[in-house]
T-cell receptor, first 113, second 107 residues
Framework: DAGITQSPRYKITETGRQVTLMCHQT?????MFWYRQDLGHGLRLIYY???????DKGEVPDGYVVSRSKTENFPLTLESATRSQTSVYFC????????????FGDGTRLSIL | GQNIDQPTEMTATEGAIVQINCTYQ??????LFWYQQHAGEAPTFLSY????GLEEKGRFSSFLSRSKGYSYLLLKELQMKDSASYLC????????FGKGTRLHILP
C-alpha cells in the first residue's frame, strides 16, 4: 500500500552509540521532513529535503545527519546519541511546498540510556 | 522571532462547539495548517488557510486573519473521538508548529 513508513517503531540505545532511523515513502513526494516531538516543545523540525541530494537544516539540526540519495528514502542518523535526544521522531512528506499538507509516518520512539 | 501561541488545554462537552485559537508572529507567511493528533499517533491534516476568511469542511471550520496573525479552528457537534491535540502550523520559508492544544471532551 502507498504511504510513509518509519522503522524501527521503538528503539533503546546507549549514549555515544550511532543510531539510524529509517523513513520510506511510496508517493514520490518531493519534500521530506524529520521532526522531533517532546513534551512542552511540540513538533520541531530537524532537517528537510526538497528533492534527492538536496537537504537543509531546520530548527534543531545539531547532532543529526541526513541523506537523500533516493527520492523515497530519507534516513536520519544520530552520530553519537545523547540523553537529550530521547524523543519521538516523526518523518513526513509532502507533494510540494505550497498548499500541500504533510503526511506523517507513525513515529519512532527513541530512548537513550 | 518566530512564535506560535495556542492554549495548552481546553475542555468541552459532547455535542457542543469549541473554538481553538492560534496566534502567530513569523517573518513570512505562506499558509496556515491545522492538524489533529490523537495520543500516541501521528498528526493528520485537517485544514489549510492562505487567504483571509473561513474554510468549512464538515464539522470542522478554520478561520484566518493575516493582518491580525490569527487563526481559529472551530469544531461543531463534538464527539468523544474528537479528544485529541490540535496543532497549528505556519509555513514561511520553513514550517513552524505550535505546541498544540489538548482538547478533552466530557460526556
Amino acid at each position: 500500500d502507498a504511504g510513509i513508513t518509519q522503522s524501527p517503531r521503538y528503539k533503546i540505545t546507549e549514549t555515544g552509540r550511532q543510531v539510524t532511523l529509517m523513513c520510506h515513502q511510496t508517493w514520490s513526494h518531493s519534500y521530506m521532513f524529520w521532526y522531533r516531538q517532546d513534551l512542552g516543545h511540540g513538533l520541531r523540525l530537524i532537517y528537510y529535503s526538497a528533492a534527492a541530494d538536496i537537504t537543509d537544516k531546520g530548527e534543531v539540526p545539531d547532532g543529526y545527519v541526513v541523506s537523500r540519495s533516493k527520492t523515497e528514502n530519507f534516513p536520519l542518523t544520530l552520530e553519537s546519541a545523547t540523553r537529550s535526544q530521547t524523543s519521538v521522531y516523526f518523518c513526513a512528506s509532502s507533494e510540494s511546498w505550497g498548499n500541500q499538507p504533510q503526511h506523517f509516518g507513525d513515529g519512532t520512539r527513541l530512548s537513550i540510556l | 522571532g518566530q512564535n506560535i501561541d495556542q492554549p495548552t488545554e481546553m475542555t468541552a462537552t459532547e455535542g457542543a462547539i469549541v473554538q481553538i485559537n492560534c496566534t502567530y508572529q513569523t517573518s513570512g507567511f505562506n499558509g496556515l495548517f491545522w492538524y489533529q493528533q490523537h495520543a500516541g499517533e501521528a498528526p493528520t491534516f485537517l485544514s489549510y488557510n492562505v487567504l483571509d476568511g473561513l474554510e468549512e469542511k464538515g464539522r470542522f471550520s478554520s478561520f484566518l486573519s493575516r493582518s491580525k496573525g490569527y487563526s481559529y479552528l472551530l469544531l461543531k457537534e463534538l464527539q468523544m473521538k474528537d479528544s485529541a491535540s490540535y496543532l497549528c502550523a505556519v509555513r514561511d520559508d520553513k514550517i513552524i508548529f505550535g505546541k498544540g492544544t489538548r482538547l478533552h471532551i466530557l460526556p
